[in-house]
T-cell receptor, first 114, second 109 residues
């Protein structure tokens, strides 16, 4: 089945550690996105990529890093520089780079910093 | 940047009732989507509706782009309709979605 797969679904991290969240899609979509959601809030954009080997900062990129070495993969690293990393992280993709078209989401990864 | 306001913030319904959720946005948009976030956090696509009216079963949506609002209608609500409903819009050339704060819906038996 085509879709977006995020892993792990749950992750616990000690303060000061980096952690990488995986996002893989087999939809042949060009554009991929990472969003963060805090309890009771809407989603905020962290990073996005319109094409392989290119990505742009979103509204809350500080303390995060990404790579886009393959079309189907867009991993997100939460670094120790991120002041408040506990959150729900959602990866999304869209067929093309245009400003139209439907966005689809993975099931999310819940990160808890102990 | 664009402001996306959803109302009401919370809604409690008895099973079988109808309701209307509203999304207002402060600028012209290229794209508008409605999502349902279930209790497990999964975002489910309801409608891709930059303009016009669409229906899918008991749900329908209308976007009046010239007046900068969209409405989501839930008819004959069921307990499985509970969750948070988000409106999200695109205004730039990169296709980035800007989300509203959501409407929390609780449907009671």
């Amino acid at each position: 089945d085509g879709g977006i797969t995020q892993s792990p679904k749950y992750l616990f991290r000690k303060e000061g550690q980096n952690v990488t969240l995986s996002c893989e899609q087999n939809l042949n979509h060009d554009a991929m996105y990472w969003y963060r959601q805090d309890p009771g809030q809407g989603l905020r954009l962290i990073y996005y990529s319109q094409i392989v080997n290119d990505f742009q900062k979103g509204d809350i990129a500080e303390g995060y890093s990404v790579s886009r070495e393959k079309k189907e993969s867009f991993p997100l690293t939460v670094t120790s520089a991120q002041k408040n990393p506990t959150a729900f992280y959602l990866c999304a993709s869209k067929r093309d780079r245009a400003n139209t078209g439907e966005l689809f989401f993975g099931e999310g990864s819940r990160l808890t910093v102990l | 940047g664009i402001q996306v306001e959803q109302s009401p913030p919370d809604l409690i319904l008895q099973e079988g009732a109808n309701s209307t959720l509203r999304c207002n946005f402060s600028d012209s948009v290229n794209n508008l989507q409605w999502f349902h976030q279930n209790p497990w956090g999964q975002l489910i696509n309801l409608f891709y509706i930059p303009s016009g009216t669409k229906q899918n079963g008991r749900l329908s949506a209308t976007t009046v782009a010239t007046e900068r609002y969209s409405l989501l209608y839930i008819s004959s609500s069921q307990t499985t309709d509970s969750g948070v409903y988000f409106c999200a819009v695109v205004t730039d050339s990169w296709g980035k979605l800007q989300f509203g704060a959501g409407t929390q819906v609780v449907v009671t038996p």
